[in-house]
């Protein structure tokens, strides 16, 4: 299928579906197994990434202007904010997430061809414990895409200003060590503007 607005976050569902965002539509798209398209979801205040925790919510960063943040908004009725600001000041624009077994969630927040000021967050990876407050975690030039492991031990970055995906160990409280260079991007040229 094609003719969708800024295809992003793309999962599946139980029963095979696939689903993912329209950010510059504010909507969530379902395609079903028979190739079938619908909106799944309207006004999802620019959602770009998704991810389902354990208890069945879907949660997304959210991308409008002057409303980035990241939250539950599925199913009807579950809607919350995880996360809006860091020490007051909002996040430039939430980009990907990653959510562990135990609910807590990663995501990646990087200016898109917006400049930072001097009263403006910096590019960074945070973490949200289930029931807790947003953490910073690791400062990257321009994180994008975030990953875990399958044993949640290791968090993957995509530095999109940079030659190398970055690996992080995850220690118990959600923070992040032992920053390294885990694989090394061939035939791309990275450019940090």
Sequence with gaps: SDGFQGTE???TL?????????????????IDKDNNASTFLENTNGSNALAFDSKGRLISVQT???????GVIYPKGSEAVLADNFEGKPFPRPNDLVV?????VYFSD????????ADSLTPAVYYIPPGGRVMRVADVDRPNGVQLSRDEKTL?????AGEYL????????GRLTNRRNFAKY????????
């Design 156 to 160: 993957y970055v995509n530095n999109v």
């Design 64 to 70: 409008v202007a002057g409303n980035t943040k990241v």
């Design 100 to 104: 562990t077994k135990a609910g807590g």
């Design 9 to 11: 976050g793309p999962i």
């Design 14 to 30: 139980g029963d095979g579906s696939l689903i993912f965002t329209e950010t510059n539509a504010s909507r969530i798209t379902k």
């Design 166 to 173: 970055l690996a992080f160990d995850l220690q118990t409280d």
């Design 110 to 117: 990087m200016p898109q061809g917006n400049p930072t000021t």
């Design 186 to 193: 061939e035939g791309v040229t990275r450019n940090p503007q």
